[in-house]
């Protein structure tokens, strides 16, 4: 059997071991049934079991750390705007938008290492390319390509889960959206904050993008998730990840699945460090409703996001939906690169 508990909020917790085991076949069954129970609830759920070690989150933590301590002129020298269209690099406190606003936030912004060479870099694509990376921290890159891939081959994993919770093959999503995903990966930090009436949101309410996301989170809490029984903690849970549904996969399953808003607010008054991983579509894929789904209602579904928005109404590639959201996050930069 797989596990399954839950955290005070109500959030599963699902051992995710036996998706890495095709022969398994009881035991992924069972997982399978427990994911398609967590993302038809709230779309978030943890896993153990995941096979990213603790010494590579541990190893990931120690120089995020390291960096966030560099000082300003340091971090400059690895500013998005140095990025160009790959869209990587650092930004400041308050340098991304939620919703309009600024987030309480620096970051860096990371994902799968694109040579000069390669066909897409070649031509210009955007959200394709080299990472930036520090030069007083060269420990960071080993660190966080080596997580990169640990945490990458368990989101292939998951989607295989996630392919047999509806009833499809286990290679569905690798056959159709993920031979070559779009894999973007944040170091994020929010800092302390003084105790205050004033509502600070690290992040504000959003849903992610694309198809799944894998959150590291260090000990201190701060992710809320809006639940169908109102708005929920996720706190850290040592030697697990956590897993959201995103809009590619509330569009794929008309809904069945739904990409959940979320916010974050560091109340731990210590500077908190979290990781999210963004295993998304390749960025050429049309991304369709599935074999299995029905019709869904458009206007029901705007009527339910705080932005008004609906992913069921978009027509076009994942690309163009990645670019249409990321241009509103960094206005400034999408204007000068895009």
């Known amino acids: 059997m797989s596990g399954l508990d839950s955290t005070p909020g109500g959030l599963p917790v699902i051992d995710m071991a036996s998706l890495f085991d095709a022969s398994r076949t009881t035991e992924r069954a069972q997982v399978a049934r427990e994911i398609e129970l967590a993302c038809r609830d709230s779309g978030f759920f943890y896993v153990t079991g995941h096979g990213v070690t603790d010494a590579q989150f541990e190893r990931l933590e120690r120089e995020s750390r390291r960096f966030f301590a560099l000082s300003r002129a340091a971090k400059e020298a690895i500013a998005m705007s140095r990025g160009g269209v790959a869209w990587r690099g650092w930004f400041p406190l308050g340098g991304e938008l939620t919703s309009g606003r600024p987030d309480r936030k620096e970051g860096l912004y ?37 997580y990169m891939a640990a945490c990458t081959r368990a989101a292939h994993a998951l989607m295989e889960g996630i392919a047999l919770s509806l009833g499809l093959e286990a290679g569905y999503f690798r056959q159709h959206y993920t031979a070559d995903p779009t894999v973007l990966f944040r170091v994020f930090h ?10 600070r949101w690290g992040v504000g309410e959003h849903t992610d993008y694309g198809l799944l996301t894998l959150l590291a989170q260090d ?16 706190p850290p849970i040592p030697g697990t990840l956590v897993c959201n549904v995103g809009d590619m996969l509330d569009r794929m399953t008309v809904g069945w699945y739904r990409s959940t808003p979320h916010r974050v607010k560091n109340v731990s008054g210590k500077s908190r ?57 960094f206005p400034e930069l999408g204007r000068r690169v895009l």
Do not use: I, M
């Not at 694509?125 to 890159?141: F, K, Q, T, Y």
């Not at 929010?190 to 509502?199: D, L, Q, R």
């Not at 409703?289 to 109404?313: E, F, M, Q, T, Y």
């Open 110 to 146: 990371l994902g799968t290492e694109l040579g000069s060479e390669h066909p897409r870099v070649k031509a210009g694509w955007p959200l394709h390319g080299a990472n930036l990376w520090p030069s007083e921290v060269p420990e960071l890159r080993p660190a966080v390509l080596e």
């Open 190 to 199: 929010y800092p302390a904050e003084p105790a205050t009436s004033e509502e």
């Open 219 to 234: 000990e201190h809490g701060g992710l809320q998730v809006k639940t169908p029984r109102g708005w929920a903690e996720a």
């Open 273 to 329: 460090l979290s990781f999210p991983l963004f295993f998304d579509p390749d960025f050429v894929a049309e991304v369709q409703p599935l074999p299995c789904a029905s019709n869904v209602d458009v206007d029901a579904d705007r009527s339910r996001r705080w932005d008004g928005a609906s992913v069921h109404a978009y027509r076009g590639t994942y690309g163009d939906y990645l670019l249409g959201k990321v241009s509103k996050v």
